[in-house]
């Protein structure tokens, strides 16, 4: 069976576990050998995400979150105050790439259109290039309940979700939701989406796709409900 996270723990038990440790879960869960630098990454992520746990202490984090209809996982998705952040990083990137961006939406997107406990909720998109250029945070909402990508460095990760948490409120995340499915409505909404296009940076256009660690704010067990919905 598919393991829906290689780690998850709320916000408290992921401050009192050691990196070390962390990362040897996500390590043992990986089914590839993992180099280098793919250590390199995690464990900076890691340490970065426990300074965020730190500051969001009533969040549930998931790290290596699967995407199963797209074969992939998100580095980190976090429950928090009702919101699914949807969190890919790029450790050592100095701008923010358009496939990058588009990665970490496409995530979202499929979350949003695919996995039922995700229909009500919204999903915020978050790329974090840790050595890009600070932007100023932007929190827009599409029809769909999806948030325009936000973009961040090391440094402006935890205030640009602090700034939207304080800004707008999502629907509480419903825990209790069925099984992996597609909705009628959603089919309509994922027809529009595929035929639509948004404003992206610097003029460019938001390509309407479907797409990895992912932080909730929720009860322990109706985040773990949340994930295997």
Not at 93 to 117: P, R
Request: charged letters at 20%; one cysteine or more; glycine letters at 4%.
């Amino acid at each position: 069976m598919l393991t829906r996270s290689y780690y998850s723990a709320t916000a408290p038990d992921f401050l009192r576990a050691s990196p070390t440790a962390v990362l040897g879960e996500l390590v043992a869960h990986h089914t590839f050998a993992v180099d280098q630098n793919q250590r390199n990454a995690w464990q900076a992520e890691i340490l970065h995400l426990q300074e965020v746990a730190n500051a969001l202490t009533d969040s549930f984090f998931f790290l290596e979150f699967a995407i199963p209809r797209m074969g992939k996982r998100a580095d980190a998705v976090i429950i928090s105050d009702g919101y699914v952040l949807v969190i890919e990083y790029k450790v050592g990137a100095d701008n923010y790439q358009k496939h990058a961006i588009d990665q970490v939406l496409d995530y979202a997107l499929d979350l949003k259109n695919f996995h039922e406990g995700s229909h009500s909720p919204t999903i915020v998109p978050i790329l974090v290039a840790t050595k890009a250029p600070a932007l100023p945070v932007e929190v827009q909402s599409w029809a769909d309940g999806v948030i325009r990508p936000i973009l961040a460095n090391r440094e402006t990760l935890l205030p640009a979700i602090q700034i939207l948490r304080a800004t707008s409120k999502s629907e509480p995340v419903d825990a209790e939701r069925g099984p992996h499915r597609l909705t009628n409505l959603r089919r309509q909404s994922l027809r529009q989406l595929k035929h639509s296009t948004a404003d992206m940076m610097c003029g460019k256009s938001r390509a309407a796709k479907l797409g990895p660690i992912v932080l909730l704010a929720a009860g322990t067990l109706k985040a773990k409900r949340w994930q295997l919905a």
